[in-house]
């Protein structure tokens, strides 16, 4: 799915905005977990690769790219929120990374970039502790640009689109790319921080975390050695 949007976001030129919303009472839930109990370096790989393909489409599309978040947006979803570049969001929506509860680390976005979108001890306490927040909490850390009821999402969505629709798609495609200038910088962190995660494939920790959340329990974790 991953690689489709991105192929989708690669080809966007003759649009005035991209929405990216989600289907199914939820947002983006990120990575599928289950792959994470029987890892194979593989799949693992492609995974990485595909999502920061994703992102980098997102950044690189030369349309504002707006989440519209209808549902929990966790893990690399919340990631996903941080790559766009506006956000609405439903009054239920929720918002958290999972990186260190499931055996992971959100090395695309959450340890680097949303520290400058929120600030770094806003930024480490998502990555670190794993916490859900909800939107109005969202909205005063500055992930999200709006908060409206649920059935106005699409609605308010629309309206922000025809407002950029009025505006010169060339300079704003200039505004997008020059604002790009933190996420650029941070690029060398994400291929680093996959590169750490690509070397901790199948360890003890990832297997435990992964294994735990499709349980349903806490993961036990071994002390640090």
């Known amino acids: 799915m991953a690689q489709q949007i991105s192929e989708i976001l690669e080809d966007t030129a003759s649009y005035r905005t991209v929405v990216l919303t989600g289907n199914g009472g939820g947002f ?8 994470l109990r029987q890892p194979t370096s593989g799949d693992m790989r492609r995974l990485y690769s595909a999502s920061l393909r994703l992102f980098d489409a997102i950044r ?3 349309r504002p790219v707006i989440a519209a978040v209808n549902g929990p947006a966790a893990g690399g979803g919340n990631e996903l929120v941080v790559a766009c570049d506006l956000a609405i969001a439903g009054r239920s929506a929720t918002f958290g990374q999972t990186g260190p509860r499931v055996g ?4 695309t976005g959450a340890t680097n970039v949303m ?3 929120i600030g770094e001890k806003r930024a480490k306490e998502l990555s670190f502790l794993c916490r859900r927040y909800s939107a109005e909490q969202a909205l ?3 992930l999200v640009n709006e908060v409206v009821d649920d059935d106005q999402v699409e609605a308010t969505v629309r ?3 025809d407002e950029l629709a009025a505006l010169s798609p060339r300079y704003l495609e200039i505004a997008k790319i020059s604002s790009n200038i933190w996420w650029n910088a941070a690029r060398d962190s994400f291929s680093s921080g996959i590169g750490m995660l690509v070397q901790a494939i199948g360890s003890e920790d990832m297997i435990e975390g992964a294994t735990a959340f499709l349980e349903k329990r806490r993961p036990r974790f071994a002390d640090p050695r």
Request: with cysteine.
């Open 115 to 117: 520290g400058v979108q």
């Open 140 to 142: 005063a850390m500055g």
């Open 28 to 35: 983006c839930a990120g990575g599928a977990l289950g792959s």
């Open 104 to 107: 992971s680390a959100p090395v």
């Open 60 to 62: 690189n599309c030369p």
């Open 159 to 161: 309206a922000w689109c």
